[in-house]
């Protein structure tokens, strides 16, 4: 075991292992290991399809008393959530760290997200699950309500790029609006989800209410979809086709936050330093392995040169290294597997004419899977990461002549998770955006702007994925819609007397004039 860092210790690591559900004994363990050492620093029991039914037994039993709790009741217990992740600041970032092999900059983002989205479901969920008058078939005497019951169980299946961001805070709108959750988090990083469930418990969270089973996707995948009544699945395409697939047969509601290959558009009027500063956190955030980070920059060409050297510059300043503080700019990938991935994307698009402007090495001597932010031109169609997502600290530039070449440039993959555009012009930038076949787009900034503006749904078109999380959609998702009416004085119906035809006409004429009548429509 190797050596942790100083606000983590054997008793914390006990204590979060026993938040994971697990029944019977002897269990075969799964190794958690610290990329920038590549050395196991923890084990888990490895979960079984018992342990998932066990899971969802006592999560649905917890959640009967928790559906009649008031939203203000549990506000209560997210605001307490919100709060004590600054409180423990330095221990998650710590902890994510350890786990995933990002730098400290990056790790932050994770805690700043769980807070802000615990903040606003907290105070927005009754807003948007609130019973509200709907228009009736007849004004006035058909008293029309649409209302929100909670699905019941939501079952979440994450994956370990951000491992607090994506553990828990699509689960805080589950739970906000009165469900229970069953949570998989990725094998390689749960203990930083089931640190989160931890803080949840410590903040009020009646017990049982949020269960945790680790292992693998393949062995636990279909028992958690038997379980829940919503799927809410963030991984890769391939795995959320064969999910999406699961629950379509088992018909039950999902949602898939799936994988990108998202552009960058610089026009020709952009601030260029400006750019290519922030664009070296939108393209390496996390040592690129984030869904919204940019693979492809598309430069209009009488700026090219200009954007390519000061965007290079930017990136050959970049400082890797592997420190629990915020020295390192970027840190390491997180495994064996990332790391080969990376290194035979740059080497076939090396190999078949692509010309390396910045990086293009691992760095074994800062970790194993330490690899330098890469920056390739001259990528052509016939290389791998021209279409195929990286998933790593690389991104390939392209020249365009006219905005409907950027647009299309930037449409021409299977994906459609996120885009960003550089102009000083706003206007031809949103104009340009209503273009784009993306999610979300983001004008002179990062994905910050956009994934952080939480009151907005964040998802993705095409191969990206189905459903959005945040805003209203990424609650009202986990709820059943039930429609109640109240009719009075005259049914739907010919009343005692009157002829189905006369009736009928009695109807055409009602019909005819309600689409004549400003606010009956
Ligand atoms: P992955 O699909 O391999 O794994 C994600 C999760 O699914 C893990 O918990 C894994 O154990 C589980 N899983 C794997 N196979 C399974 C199966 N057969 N049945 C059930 N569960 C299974 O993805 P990954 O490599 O961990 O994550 C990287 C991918 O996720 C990238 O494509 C990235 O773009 C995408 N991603 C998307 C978003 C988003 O919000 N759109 C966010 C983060 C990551």
Redesign the pocket.
């Known amino acids: 075991m190797m050596k942790l860092p100083d606000r983590i210790d054997e008793a914390l690591l006990e204590r979060l292992a026993r938040r994971v559900t697990v029944t019977g004994e002897d269990r075969e363990l799964l190794d958690i290991e610290a990329p920038y050492t590549g050395e196991t620093f923890g084990t888990l029991p490895m979960g079984t399809a018992d342990d998932v039914s066990e899971a969802a037994r006592q999560a649905r039993a917890a959640q009967q008393s928790w559906s009649k709790q008031s939203f203000r009741e549990r506000a209560r217990i997210f605001l307490r959530f919100h709060d004590l992740i600054f409180q423990r600041k330095d221990e998650i970032l710590d902890l994510i760290q350890l786990e995933t092999g990002k730098a400290r900059n990056h790790a932050y983002e994770e805690i700043g997200d769980a807070a802000i989205v615990a903040r606003y479901y907290a105070f927005n969920a009754r807003k948007h699950l609130k019973s509200r008058k709907r228009k009736g078939i007849y004004p006035i005497l058909t008293a029309t309500r649409e209302q929100h019951a909670p699905v019941g169980l939501v079952g979440f ?6 491992p607090l961001t ?1 553990g828990i805070t699509d689960a805080i709108a589950a739970l906000m609006a009165g469900n229970g959750a069953l949570l ?5 990083t749960p203990f930083t989800a089931l640190w989160a469930v931890d803080l949840l418990y410590q903040a009020g969270l009646p017990a049982d209410l949020l269960q945790v089973v680790v ?4 062995v ?3 028992p ?1 979809i038997e379980s829940v009544d919503y799927l809410a ?8 086709r ?2 999406a697939a ?1 629950t379509g047969e088992k018909l039950i509601g999902c949602t898939m ?4 290959k998202n552009p960058m558009v610089i026009l020709d009027d952009a601030n260029l330093s400006r750019a290519a500063r922030v664009a070296v956190w939108d393209c390496f955030s996390s040592t690129g ?4 980070s940019i693979e492809r920059i598309l430069i209009q060409s009488t700026i090219y040169d200009e954007f390519v050297r000061l965007f290079a510059e930017e990136t050959q300043s970049l400082k890797l290294g592997a420190s629990f503080d915020y020295s390192a700019d970027i840190g390491s990938l997180i495994s064996a597997e990332q790391l080969e991935k990376v290194r035979s994307h740059v080497e076939d698009a090396v190999m078949k004419g692509a010309k390396v402007a910045a990086g293009g090495r691992p760095r074994p001597e800062l970790g194993p899977y330490f690899y330098e932010p890469t920056i390739l031109e001259n990528v052509t169609e016939e290389m791998a990461l021209f279409a195929e ?1 990286t ?1 790593g600290p690389v991104v390939s530039l392209y020249r365009f002549e006219s905005i409907d070449e950027a647009v299309e440039k930037s449409n021409s993959s299977t994906y459609g ?1 996120h885009a960003s555009i550089w102009t000083r012009d706003t206007a031809r930038g949103r104009r340009v955006a209503s273009g784009l076949k993306a999610g979300t787009v983001s004008i002179n900034d990062t994905y910050r702007s956009t994934w952080g503006s939480i009151d907005a749904p ?3 078109f095409k191969d ?2 189905l459903g959005r ?1 945040h805003g209203a959609t990424g609650i009202v998702k986990y709820t059943e819609s039930q429609t109640v009416t109240v009719q009075r004085l005259l049914q739907v119906g010919p009343p005692r007397g009157m002829s189905e035809e006369r009736f009928h006409n009695f109807l055409t004429r009602g019909i005819k004039l309600l689409r004549r009548i400003p606010g009956l429509r």
Request: net charge positive.
């Open positions: 299946i994450t994956p370990w790029n951000y994506l998989k988090p990725d094998r390689q292992g693998k996707g393949s636990l995948g279909q958690i699945f963030t991984g890769s395409t391939g795995t959320g064969l999910l699961a936050e799936l994988g990108g392995q984030l869904c919204v997502e998933f998770l964040m998802g993705g990206s994925g999380r």
